[in-house]
């Protein structure tokens, strides 16, 4: 689950969910936390990595670029 500084749940998480594009993808500071309700597979992606995969894989930052604009709807 995403949690904010006062530790409000912002979202829950499913299989095949990403979380923090958007700093990446807006170079900002992340704005929540995540906490694993349960065992996970945890994958990390150094910044200089993600970068290579959003070059490679357009139709992946097209999805991230979606779910940001979905999440944040006023912006």
Known sequence: MCVNK???ILAI???GKFM??????EK???SANVRAKTY???YILK???FYEVMNNY???LKEMENEIRRR???K
Not at 20 to 25: Q, W
């Open 28 to 30: 900002i500071t992340r």
């Open 13 to 15: 998480l499913g299989p």
């Open 47 to 49: 910044k200089d990595d």
């Open 72 to 74: 944040n709807p006023d």
């Open 58 to 60: 357009p139709v992946l």
């Open 20 to 25: 923090g594009e958007k700093s990446l993808l």
């Open 40 to 42: 996970c597979d945890l």
């Open 6 to 8: 006062e530790k409000e």
